[in-house]
Antibody, heavy 117, light 109 residues
Framework: QVQLVQSGAEVKKPGSSVKVSCKAS????????ISWVRQAPGQGLEWMGR????????NYAQKFQGRVTITADKSTSTAYMELSSLGSEDTAVYYC??????????WGKGTTVIVSS | EIVLTQSPGTLSLSPGERATLSCRAS???????LAWYQQKPGQAPRLLIY???SRATGIPDRFSGSGSGTDFTLTISRLEPEDFAVYYC??????????FGQGTKLEIK
């Protein structure tokens, strides 16, 4: 079955960037759509964007437009989410998830990103 | 932008009781595009219901979803101890492409 394995926790300085990876196993990676969702401490879920590797199409939430870049490496079945110009409000757990027909059926365990000076 | 509002914010019930969670959309949502997730502390969300009323693989039949238009409901017929968690509804639409409700916390009374 499909599994998504995310990279480890990160501590970043304000103004820097972070790049989180999400490696898929099982299934056919290029046929997936991978979304990124974040959750600030004690808060709800917030969709950031997605990528459709087979056609190379990316979609981003307007809130993150210009600050987030989602890419995919089909040769390693890995998706990436890079967020720039980090502020304390970006401290959160970042999840990747596989999309199927407009819902998310498989999730990674999450990557904690802490932004602190 | 479609906003999803979940109620109540917190629901206190006992094992064996029935839970009814509401998700109201600011505009009509296609039933095809409405999903429910369960999240326990320290864990990723887990898909429960998709297309408003279809159970995901492995989800017990005590979980059911219903609704259409702007009003959707997740019902847990008889609560088990492992059902106490936070529940989110999610819709697919436009700008943002996906949005989530703020969540309902189901706690043990």
């Amino acid at each position: 079955q499909v599994q998504l394995v995310q990279s480890g926790a990160e501590v970043k300085k304000p103004g820097s960037s972070v790049k989180v990876s999400c490696k898929a196993s099982g299934g056919i990676f290029s046929s997936y759509t991978i979304s990124w969702v974040r959750q600030a401490p004690g808060q709800g879920l917030e969709w950031m964007g997605r990528i459709i590797p087979i056609v190379g199409i990316e979609n981003y939430a307007q809130k993150f437009q210009g600050r987030v870049t989602i890419t995919a490496d089909k040769s390693t079945s890995t998706a990436y989410m890079e967020l720039s110009s980090l502020g304390s409000e970006d401290t959160a757990v970042y999840y990747c998830a596989r999309e199927i027909s407009h819902y998310m059926d498989v999730w990674g365990k999450g990557t904690t990103v802490i932004v602190s000076s | 932008e479609i906003v999803l509002t979940q109620s109540p914010g917190t629901l206190s019930l006992s094992p064996g009781e029935r839970a009814t969670l509401s998700c109201r959309a600011s505009q009509s949502v296609s039933s095809t595009y409405l999903a429910w997730y369960q999240q326990k502390p320290g864990q990723a969300p887990r898909l429960l219901i998709y297309a408003a009323s279809s159970r995901a693989t492995g989800i017990p039949d005590r979980f059911s979803g219903s609704g259409s238009g702007t009003d959707f409901t997740l019902t847990i017929s008889r609560l088990e101890p492992e059902d106490f968690a936070v529940y989110y509804c999610q819709q697919y639409g436009s700008s943002p492409m996906y949005s989530f409700g703020q969540g309902t916390k189901l706690e043990i009374k």
